[in-house]
């Protein structure tokens, strides 16, 4: 099979205009199709109004066990269910998911080291039969960033890596495409100029940007996981705004790709 896994940000749920636009564009969106969901932004938000403050460190959320019963309750609830209700109305057949649903992403906490990030999952293994299952059936799994750890712990994962582990997974029998969406146009030289979209990323264009500092905070993690996942045999890995998002399915130069020098531009 040809499979794309897409990835949204709270950026797109947070706001119903662009997420009906998104929704309608994901249901037109050629082929089979798994979605990945964040939704940090309305976690934060809500977690604001029961009195916990958001805790982050480069990027990622520090979960202490109060705020993993908030994102549990925010991704794989609230916004999760909301995704898939929706997509019925635009005639895309939809599952919403954790990776606890099936045994479908197994994690296990990750260790405590100069930073403690508490109920935090790093991905172990993807169960794909349950997947390859739905998508044969023209169903698209959409996941939240909830996992397990097999022994009854929810744990929070990032979800950029959850659909950089998904499809890396899948990758291994199928020909897949990840697609971050997010709220620029691609990565940028300057974040306040949509103007100075960087087209193509390499390994070494990578570490410059980094030794710059150019590139920082919640884009080190998601580039990290566009390199493994290409490194891994995932067939090509773009960025950029989810409007564009059929443009960049069709080869058109409307976000940045990312290369690895290692493997070349697949």
């Not at 570490?207 to 580039?223: A, F, N, Q, T, V």
Request: aromatic share 6%; charged share 20%; hydrophobic share 40%.
């Amino acid at each position: 099979m040809d499979i794309s896994v897409i990835k949204i940000g709270g950026n797109v749920i947070d706001h119903p205009e662009k997420s009906t636009q998104f929704l309608k564009l994901f249901s037109k969106f050629p082929g089979k199709k798994v979605l990945v969901h964040g939704g940090g932004v309305m976690a934060s938000r809500i977690g604001k109004s029961l009195g916990i403050q958001p805790k982050m460190h480069l990027g990622r959320r520090i979960t202490d066990k109060e705020t993993l019963d908030l994102v549990t309750m925010v991704y794989a609830g609230l916004i999760n269910k909301n995704l898939v209700a929706q997509l019925y109305t635009y005639g895309q057949m939809a599952i919403g998911l954790t990776g606890a649903d099936g045994n479908a992403i197994r994690s296990h906490k990750r260790p405590e080291k100069e930073v403690d990030y508490g109920f935090v999952g790093d991905v172990e293994q993807v169960h794909t039969e349950l997947l390859e299952s739905l998508l044969q059936q023209a169903i698209a799994p959409v996941f939240s960033a909830i996992t397990h750890d097999g022994k009854g712990q929810l744990l929070n994962t990032n979800a950029d890596t959850i659909a950089s582990e998904i499809a890396t997974a899948l990758a291994k029998k199928h020909k897949v495409n990840l697609y971050f969406c997010f709220d620029k146009t691609g990565v940028l030289m300057d974040a306040n100029n949509e103007a100075s979209l960087i087209p193509l990323i390499n390994d070494d264009i990578y570490k410059e940007l980094i030794r710059d500092e150019i590139i920082h905070s919640g884009m080190i993690p998601k580039l990290e996981n566009a390199f493994k996942a290409l490194n891994k045999g995932v067939n090509h890995v773009w960025l950029g705004l989810p409007e564009n998002l059929l443009l960049a399915s069709k080869g058109k130069n409307a976000g940045t790709i990312i290369e690895s020098q290692k493997y070349g531009l697949y």
